[in-house]
C-alpha cells in the first residue's frame, strides 16, 4: 500500500531549483489538506507549505516567494517546487496531512543545498 511516498531530493546548489513529488493514498489525498514538512539535521520537523483541498496554499515565511506547493488529483500527488535555495534548506522533507492527526510519516526525500 502507498501511504505517503516522497520523491525528487538530491544535492542542489545554491540557487539551484528541485520538485518535491509525494505520491499519497488516495483515501488520504482525496479528503484531507495536505502539507510539506522538513526537518533539518538536529532540529524539529517543522511545516514548510500547506495545501487545502480547494487548492489554497499556505508558505512559511522562510521560504514564501521561493517555494509553492501544488497537488493533482488525477495523480493523488502532491508537489512542492523549491526555486533559489539556500543552505538552511538542507533538510529531509516529508508529506503529510497539513494538520493531526497524521498519518504515519514516509521515508521523506533528502535535500541538501551545497557549493
Known amino acids: 500500500q502507498v501511504q505517503l511516498v516522497e520523491s525528487g531530493g538530491g544535492l542542489v546548489q545554491p540557487g539551484g531549483s528541485l520538485r518535491l513529488s509525494c505520491v499519497a493514498s488516495?483515501?488520504?489525498?482525496?479528503?484531507?489538506?495536505m502539507g510539506w514538512f522538513r526537518q533539518p539535521p538536529g532540529k524539529e520537523r517543522e511545516l514548510v507549505a500547506g495545501?487545502?483541498?480547494?487548492?489554497?496554499?499556505n508558505i512559511a515565511d522562510s521560504v514564501k516567494g521561493r517555494f509553492t506547493i501544488t497537488r493533482d488529483y488525477a495523480k493523488n500527488t502532491l508537489y512542492l517546487q523549491m526555486n533559489s535555495l539556500k543552505a538552511e534548506d538542507t533538510a529531509v522533507y516529508y508529506c503529510?496531512?497539513?494538520?493531526?492527526?497524521?498519518?504515519?510519516w514516509g521515508q521523506g526525500t533528502q535535500v541538501t543545498v551545497s557549493s
Open positions: 503529510n496531512t497539513r494538520n493531526r492527526p497524521f498519518r504515519s
Open positions: 488516495e483515501s488520504i489525498f482525496r479528503f484531507n489538506n
Open positions: 495545501i487545502t483541498l480547494t487548492g489554497i496554499a
